[in-house]
């Protein structure tokens, strides 16, 4: 099996029945698993010349944080509401399990610039859309959005296709 895909540890029933939840604290807490999805992350949009990377509460913080260090620029959070102190733009989104809405400063990026979005799992991509549409509100350009993780079967990556979406590991079914 896949290097990376043997580290994840699935949680059926998790929070809810008919969840396979993916946990990852099992890849992170793997110091060699942890350096190869950086590795790839990294590989992956190395040309893209990415000025911030947008990371989404709360896993996505991990993988956004130590790529934004590895390349040297700004780690952007999308936070649930109301942990951001500051002025802040909302959107709403529906999730594989309920609804939410995500928040980000309204200084966080600028005019023209080129962000990554990081999260560490793409699922019916509500979530990963709504990040797409702040960043875009704040003028920002997506050079693309990248997930340690990619469940094949809920199609997420149609409500995100006019970016570029890159997954280290797909599950084609539960
Ligand atoms: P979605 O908006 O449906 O693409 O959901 C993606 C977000 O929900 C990500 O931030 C994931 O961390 C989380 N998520 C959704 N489904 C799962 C799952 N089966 N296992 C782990 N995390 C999940």
Redesign the pocket.
Known sequence: MDFLKEKIRNVPDFPKPG?????ITTLIGDGKALQEAIRQMRQLFENDNVDAVLG?ES??FIFAAILAHEWGVGMVPVRKPGKLPYKKLCEN?????GTDSLEIHVDALKEGQNVLIV??????????QATAKLAERLGANVVGCCFL?E?DF?N?REKIQEYRVESLVHYSAE
């Open positions: 969840i396979g939840f993916k946990d989404i896993r996505g989104y529906e999730l594989e399990y999260d560490d799992l793409l699922a019916t991509g509500g979530t990963v993780v469940l809920l997420g």
